[in-house]
């Protein structure tokens, strides 16, 4: 069975760079889509950005210039950097696992990140 | 303001049957397909449908989904209280290099 785990810090200072890891374990990050997806406590939810298992990667149009998505096939897990952070990017952050970009069959279980000085 | 309109809240009681919309526009339900989740509170999302009217293993048949144009909808038959939850669409949208665009959620409450 698939498992993904985010984690990373859960404070971030304003205009600092938000940094995660998804591990991935139960099945190999060598095939299927990689995404990062986001929810604003109380709002609804947001796609960050996915990277393929080649490398390849599709970003969200409004945070485009402030993300980055990697993946790591020796270790079995792929990050996200969020850039120039504000309160505004407070949120769960969820990494999750699909065949197709908008087909997610696996999430991770959620890390909240909050913004504050 | 998501780009995929969903009306922010839906109730019915045990064993009605409900519906969800979920509007949208020729560059992403008009040309590629969508897909539901349910999101219990406190947890994470499940993908629910996909591919328009397509099941995961597990998913009971009381949920089901179509799509005609730039609209889908997913419908909820036999109503249950555990089907309280957010519900949210979603879909591929081709401009703008192309993007995963999600509605804003809909609210069930099972009455």
């Known amino acids: 069975q698939v498992h993904l785990q985010e984690s990373g810090p859960g404070l971030v200072k304003p205009s600092e760079t938000l940094s995660l890891i998804c591990a991935v374990s139960?099945?190999?990050?060598?095939?299927?889509?990689w995404s990062w997806i986001r929810q604003p406590p109380g709002k609804g939810l947001e796609w960050i950005g996915n990277?393929?298992?080649?490398?390849?990667?599709k970003y969200n149009p409004s945070l485009k210039s402030r993300v980055t998505i990697s993946v790591d096939t020796s270790k079995n897990q792929f990050s996200l950097k969020l850039s120039s952070v504000t309160t505004a990017d407070t949120a769960v952050y969820y990494c999750?696992?699909?065949?197709?970009?908008?087909?997610?069959?696996?999430w991770g279980q959620g890390t909240l990140v909050t913004v504050s000085s | 303001q998501s780009v995929l309109t969903q009306p922010p809240s839906a109730s019915g009681t045990p064993g009605q049957r409900v519906t969800i919309s979920c509007s949208g526009s020729?560059?992403?339900?008009?040309?590629?397909?969508v897909n539901w989740y349910q999101q219990l509170p406190g947890s994470a999302p499940k993908l629910l449908i996909y591919?328009?009217?397509q099941r995961p293993s597990g998913v009971p048949d009381r949920f089901s989904g179509s799509k005609s144009g730039t609209s889908a909808s997913l419908a909820i038959s036999g109503l249950q209280s555990e089907d309280e939850a957010d519900y949210y669409c979603?879909?591929?949208?081709?401009?703008?290099?192309?993007?995963?665009?999600f509605g804003g959620g809909t609210k069930l409450t099972v009455l």
């Open positions: 999750a696992r699909g065949p197709m970009v908008t087909q997610i069959h696996y």
């Open positions: 139960g099945g190999s990050i060598s095939s299927d889509y």
């Open positions: 990277i393929y298992y080649s490398g390849s990667t």
């Open positions: 020729r560059s992403n339900i008009g040309s590629n397909t």
């Open positions: 591919s328009n009217n």
């Open positions: 979603t879909s591929w949208d081709d401009s703008l290099d192309g993007h995963v665009v």
